[in-house]
Structure formats: structure tokens, C-alpha cells
């Protein structure tokens, strides 16, 4: 979502859940051209429930078992090659500066490591190790210029996934040189906060599993640099963690919140919420009433700042809406609700959980920002609100100001980082070096290899031609890319729930054509794909297959409804969808599996459907042989607790009978397969990409190089021996394969 589009807020969300149902934006009517604006976006609902099974939510340490079972595998194959984008830039959750070294900040990516800046936010380079997890969660420096990292992202989307990290971080050089320092089971980080009057001192607010239970949450005190770690703040129940801690000479204020996810339900709230400050440097603790919201189940995620006596708070409830802003002149005694204002309710959408910040200038307490959708400024502590929707990207997670530089703060959102030489008032100035990108998907030409394109959380489709760099040229959440593999000015692009567009110069133009398919429900991310014959056919899946034998220009469904139906959950009803289509060589085989996990084949163009499967997990791919329509194979997601889950199957009798070819593989989500000269087949997984020479079964990591990051999306291209990955946080990687 971007630019111009606050008032889409309340039915929109980036990269975040919604609690309404989903509706698409009006896209303009059939033939109209459509010249790119920044689109809306919706419930990312789909991401979480295809990386659980149903009735299962994700195993704790999941995300890190199956790395470690990456790591035991061979690696063969050359070197990946980070291809971009490097000025698009993604989500950031936290900042720090260095307080030894002017101009230098530390930048937290969700799912793209550390990062640090040498020139007051202009580009940033990795001080990350490319082999540990990428999921970040808070970054904080000491007075004496010690590091620390919080790893596991602490803002859960309302569906897209946030993988869980492995504890805490000290570098003592500048992120050359890392040492684990504990709390491993912690699950997400949310702030770390050092004493400034002992640099020894750390505080850590430990968000704990969105998943599971127990485990490291709380707020954590370390007397020795992390050597050791107590529990100094306990949660109302084992779901209760920490997302604040501040401290504040002799007092220490924290905020705790209770969040869990399951695949059947959200909950964001509850009675372990609330403020909460200490006395005695955190040996007993009361929750902090005066005006605040009661204790109780309605209660969701709380940003709290505080500047000596002066504090606030806002306030959102467990459904995620806004509930109220809060301000004290008494330390957190007494507290009043600011007035209403329309502009801040709007900033919160319905997913206020996304954000939970607020900041105050460190001149001037009356001057406050706060988080939302839209950056929201207020210049009279609390009365007047404006809001900031234009000059800079939306969803915004962390602030950091600079004592060197008064007037000077660095901001980062889902788009990545600004600076801001106005108090943060405008005057935003992106980033123009920031490799970080979460891409959902990757689209290439054997005519032109410079031509890359694919869709990214919150910022839209992109493309490596027809501007300086990456630029966006269909906007929400992208979606679906293809280039025509006859002619590259041929493209497609969509946003998500199959809001679908083509062109021929391109890009520069769309024309929108998801209006002409047959639909009932569409998948958040919607397959299309070119007939491997002729490029005019294309297919599209809803609940049913789509056929254009026009490039696009009219479709015809030829499939009846491939799933089991839309289910049971009335907020969230587009399931029982196609997620993926294989039209094989001889112009009459289809193949088709579906998000409830059935695979369906037709042999005569879609007059005829047989079931080849059901009861498996999430197809996220159906992949049918070049050369052969009998050869298929089947790629599946979902973590799992117990026994072994197969991730990918194949059959040489078009699907009459299977095999079971995860063989070694980690125990992570298989997100996509290729098939290569020679029967080679290469997997994209949320563990890196993968190869086998046996057609399945025995698996060797593919590459060097890249780092510990999930792939979504690989594509390859066999005349130049070219694949080229797309993940989900570090951005586009190219190998030449072997």
C-alpha cells in the first residue's frame, strides 16, 4: 500500500491481517489502461496457512532445526550472486546508532540480518553472518560501543508468517565478530535496553513464540554483558511476553502482551497486557492503572514512551483496532486520554499489533510520533494529530534520533530506512543502497538477461528495466510475475487475490483482465502460467482453471471447482483455491493442485478431470517434465510436530502412482521445483535451494553463498544455464548452474 492511499486504510493492510473479509480494489473497468499507481493490499492470511497443516500450528524451533539439517548437507554447484534490489529496500524493525562513530546506524531487516550504514543512512553493507538465522528483532548499542541483536521478528503479521530466532548477540567489534549470549528460547526479541549509567547492564524484552508456549518471555536482566540472564518480569501466563523496557534512572517501565497464533485462530490481546514500572530496579513491579484500560481480555498491544515524568501510550485492542492514546506528567501515576482524532484511529487500521512504537523528541516532550500505517506526529502532546502518508513508504516499526545531530532521526517501515533533518517533521530521505528486499516470487527472459521482475511484500511488482534500478510498476503486495518468453515488452503482474494486469511495452502500461476469469474464490498469491507450446495460451486458477488462447484478452474456464470448498472460516473465505497449474508439451495435459492439498490432471484440454491425490499438505507446486506429460511432481509446505512430512513426490505414470522423494531433505516447506537437462531437479525451500541428480530422493545443497533466508521462487533458464532465486528478505540471487 503507498502513497495517496490513506483512505483505503481501513480496508486495507501491508504485509498485516485484516478482520473483515477480504475485497479487491475496484481495478478500472475491462480494456481501460492502467497506469501504475500504488495499489492496496489485504489480508497476507495465506503465507501462515501454507507453512502449517491443519490443526497444527508450527513446532517451536522449527525454522532452526530444519537450518541445522541444511547445514549437514553437501554443497555443490558454484557461487549465488545477490542481483538486487539494492534501492527498493523492505521491512525494518529496529535502529541503533553507534555512539563511538558519528553517522554510523545499525538496521534490523525482518528477515534480512543486520545491517549497518557509514554515511548517515545512505547505503548500507551486512554485518550479519550469512549462515545464522536472518529473522530480526530489536538492535541496541552500549555507551561503550558493544552491539547487541535480538533475532526473531516480534510483530506478527496477521498471517504472513514471522519466523522465530535464536536468542541473543554481542559483537564487541562493529558486527564483524558475533557471540551468542543466551535466551535462545526466546522466540522474538522486541527491545533491548543497556543502563546508561553501567554499559554491563542489559535489559531484554522477550516477546517469546508466537506458536507456542513458555519458553524465554518476560523481561530479562543481564548484570554481565549477557553472560548470564534473570528473569526480573514474568507474564500472566505462559502466552504473556514483553515488547518494551525502558529504563529510566531507578525506575524501569515495561510493556507486556499477551499474542499466540494458531492455523484456526488469532489472539492479540488478552489480560496479561499492560504497563507495568518498577521502583526498586525491577525487583517487584505493579501494572499501571490511573486512567489506562482496565485489565482484561480486550486489551492488545501497547508502545509506551517515556522522557523522565512525562510518558505515553497507545492503546489497541485485542482485535487489533484503536483503542485510545494516553499521556502522563506523573511518571505513569495518573494518565488521560488524549481526544480523538480521526487521523491517528486511521493510522492503527484494524491491525494495530503490527506497530505498537512511540516516540518522543528528545527536546521537546510535546513532540511525539507514533506508528501506524501513516507516520502520526503530534507537536501538543496528544490534542493534534497529523499524519504523513506521502513522502515516504507506510508501516512503519522503528526511530532512532540522533544526539549528534539535533533535528536528525532515522525512520524504518516496511520500505526500509529514512532520515529526516526536521525533526522528523518531512523532509524523508530514503535509503538509496539497501539489499534487503522480501520477495514473493521471480520472473526472468532467455531473450534479455538483464531482465529480471517479481512481486515483494509491501512493495509491489518490480522490474529491472525502464528506470534507474529496480522501480515498482504495479503496487500492494506483489504478486505473480511473467515475461513472455517470445517477447520480453509482454508482461504480467498481479496483486494479490488474482488482481491480474498485462502489457506489451513492458510495464509502462497495464491493462487489467482478472474481471474476465471465471471466480468464485482466488488464492492471495494466484498462479498464472504460459502453455510451454505457444504464449498466447495462458492459464489461470481460481477454484476453477482459466484458458486464454489470446495472450489474455478472454478466458474461458474449463475446469469445474478442483477443491473441497471454501471451508468454514467466514472472516477469511478465499481458500479452496488453485495454487498452482502445469500444462504439459503435448497441448491437451493440464495438472492442477489446490491449497486443501489435491492434485487433479485432464488429458483433453479440461473436457475431463481425474483426482490423482488429496489429504496432502499445500500444494505450492505442480511441475510436469518438458519432454514427457507422465513425468510430475508435486512440492508441499508445512512445518510439522512428530513424524516426517514428505515435501516432494513424483510420478512417472501421470500420477497414477507416487513416490515419496524428500529423501534427506530438511524438514522445511518446499516452495518450488524446477526440472533441468538431464532429469536434474532443483528446489526452492525455506531452508535455500536444493539439487538432485537421481530425479529425487537424494538432495545436496545448491551454491554458495547465499544466505540462510527462505526462497519462494526460482526460475531457470536452460539455454543459458541460468536460475535465478527469489527470497524472502535478501532479494533476487543468480547462479549459473553446473
Not at 582 to 611: E, H, I
Amino acid at each position: 500500500m503507498g502513497r495517496g492511499l490513506l483512505s483505503l486504510v481501513l480496508a486495507t493492510v501491508t504485509g498485516a491481517a485484516l478482520l473483515v473479509a477480504p475485497a479487491a480494489a475496484a481495478p478500472p473497468p475491462p480494456g481501460d489502461v492502467y497506469r501504475p499507481v500504488r495499489g492496496p493490499s489485504a489480508p497476507a492470511e495465506y503465507r501462515y496457512m501454507q507453512k502449517t497443516l491443519p490443526g497444527e500450528s508450527i513446532p517451536r524451533h522449527a525454522h532452526d532445526l530444519a537450518a541445522a539439517q541444511a547445514r549437514e548437507l553437501p554443497t555443490v554447484g558454484g557461487r549465488w550472486k545477490g542481483v538486487g534490489p539494492t534501492n527498493i529496500g523492505g521491512r525494518i524493525v529496529s535502529l541503533a546508532l553507534d555512539p563511538k562513530r558519528a553517522d554510523t546506524l545499525y538496521a534490523a531487516a525482518a528477515s534480512g540480518g543486520l545491517w549497518r550504514s557509514t554515511d548517515a543512512g545512505q547505503t548500507f553493507h551486512s554485518v550479519w553472518p550469512d549462515s545464522w538465522t536472518q529473522a530480526m528483532g530489536a538492535v541496541a548499542t552500549a555507551p561503550d560501543g558493544t552491539l547487541y541483536v535480538g533475532t526473531g521478528e516480534p510483530n506478527p503479521g496477521g498471517g504472513s508468517i514471522t519466523y522465530e530466532g535464536t536468542g541473543m548477540y554481542r559483537s564487541t567489534d562493529g558486527g564483524r565478530n558475533w557471540t551468542p549470549i543466551g535466551l535462545r528460547d526466546s522466540g522474538a526479541i522486541s527491545a533491548i535496553t543497556i543502563d546508561p549509567a553501567n554499559p554491563r547492564r542489559i535489559y531484554a524484552a522477550a516477546a517469546g513464540s508466537l506458536y507456542n508456549g513458555g519458553g524465554d518471555r518476560g523481561v530479562y536482566r543481564s548484570e554481565d554483558g549477557g553472560a548470564t540472564w534473570e528473569r526480573i518480569l514474568a507474564g500472566a501466563n505462559e502466552f504473556t511476553g514483553a515488547t518494551e523496557i525502558v529504563v529510566d534512572g531507578d525506575r524501569l517501565y515495561a510493556v507486556m502482551w499477551d499474542k499466540r497464533r494458531r492455523p484456526d485462530l488469532r489472539t492479540y490481546g488478552g489480560v496479561g497486557s499492560g504497563v507495568f514500572r518498577s521502583a526498586d530496579g525491577g525487583e517487584t513491579w505493579q501494572r499501571l492503572g490511573g486512567g489506562l484500560p482496565a485489565q482484561g481480555t480486550g486489551v492488545g498491544r501497547i508502545g509506551l514512551a517515556v522522557a523522565g515524568d512525562r510518558l505515553y501510550a497507545i492503546v489497541n485492542k485485542a482485535d487489533g483496532y484503536f483503542e485510545g492514546f494516553y499521556a502522563s506528567s506523573d511518571g505513569g501515576d495518573n494518565w488521560t486520554r488524549t481526544p480523538d482524532n480521526q487521523a491517528l484511529t486511521d493510522s492503527q487500521s484494524s491491525f494495530g499489533w503490527w506497530f505498537g512504537k512511540v516516540w518522543i523528541d528528545p527536546r521537546d516532550t510535546e513532540h511525539v510520533h507514533v506508528a501506524g500505517v501513516a507516520l502520526l506526529t503530534t507537536k501538543d502532546g496528544g490534542d493534534t494529530w497529523s499524519a504523513d502518508d506521502t513522502s515516504m513508504h507506510v508501516d512503519h516499526h522503528a526511530m532512532v534520533w540522533d544526539p549528534r545531530r539535533p533535528g536528525r532521526v532515522y525512520l524504518g517501515n516496511d520500505g526500509g530506512v529514512y532520515r529526516s533533518d526536521a525533526r522528523g517533521d518531512g523532509g524523508w530521505v530514503k535509503s538509496r543502497h539497501q539489499p534487503y528486499t522480501q520477495l514473493y516470487s521471480a520472473a526472468i527472459s532467455p531473450q534479455d538477461v538483464t531482465r529480471i521482475s517479481g512481486g515483494a511484500q509491501d512493495n509491489g511488482s518490480l522490474r529491472s528495466w525502464g528506470g534507474d534500478g529496480f522501480n515498482e510498476y504495479l503496487g500492494g503486495d506483489g504478486e505473480e510475475n511473467l515475461i513472455n518468453p517470445t517477447d520480453v515488452n509482454n508482461v504480467f503482474a498481479c496483486y494479490q487475490y488474482g488482481n491480474c494486469f498485462s502489457s506489451t511495452d513492458g510495464g509502462d502500461t497495464l491493462t487489467y483482465f482478472a474481471d474476465r476469469t471465471t471466480f468464485q474464490r482466488r488464492n492471495w498469491f494466484t498462479p498464472m502460467e504460459f502453455d510451454p507450446r505457444n504464449s498466447k495460451v495462458l492459464y489461470y486458477g481460481s477454484e476453477v482453471v482459466n484458458r486464454s488462447t489470446d495472450g489474455g484478452e478472454t478466458w474461458r474456464a474449463i475446469s469445474p471447482d478442483l477443491s473441497g470448498g471454501p471451508g468454514t472460516d467466514p472472516v477469511y473465505p478465499n481458500y479452496g483455491t488453485i495454487t498452482s497449474i502445469a500444462p504439459a508439451s503435448d497441448g491437451r495435459t493440464v495438472y492442477a493442485g489446490t491449497d486443501d492439498g489435491r492434485v487433479w490432471v485432464t488429458r483433453d484440454l479440461g473436457a475431463t478431470w481425474t483426482k490423482l491425490a488429496e489429504g496432502r499438505p499445500w500444494v505450492t507446486r505442480v511441475v510436469v517434465d518438458p519432454k514427457n506429460p507422465n513425468r510430475v511432481w508435486t512440492t508441499h509446505s508445512g512445518y510439522r510436530s512428530g513424524s516426517p512430512l514428505p515435501h516432494v513426490y513424483g510420478s512417472t505414470d501421470g500420477g497414477r502412482h507416487w513416490r515419496n522423494l524428500s529423501g534427506n531433505l530438511p524438514d522445511a516447506p518446499v516452495n518450488d521445483l524446477v526440472v533441468a537437462r538431464g532429469g536434474i531437479l532443483y528446489i526452492a525451500t525455506d531452508q535455500g535451494v536444493f539439487t538432485s541428480a537421481t530425479r529425487g530422493g537424494r538432495w545436496l545443497r545448491l551454491g554458495r553463498g547465499m544466505p540462510q533466508v527462505p526462497v519462494d521462487d526460482i526460475e531457470y533458464d536452460a539455454g543459458q544455464h541460468r536460475m535465478v532465486a527469489a527470497t524472502f528478505g535478501r532479494g533476487f540471487y543468480e547462479l549459473t548452474t553446473p
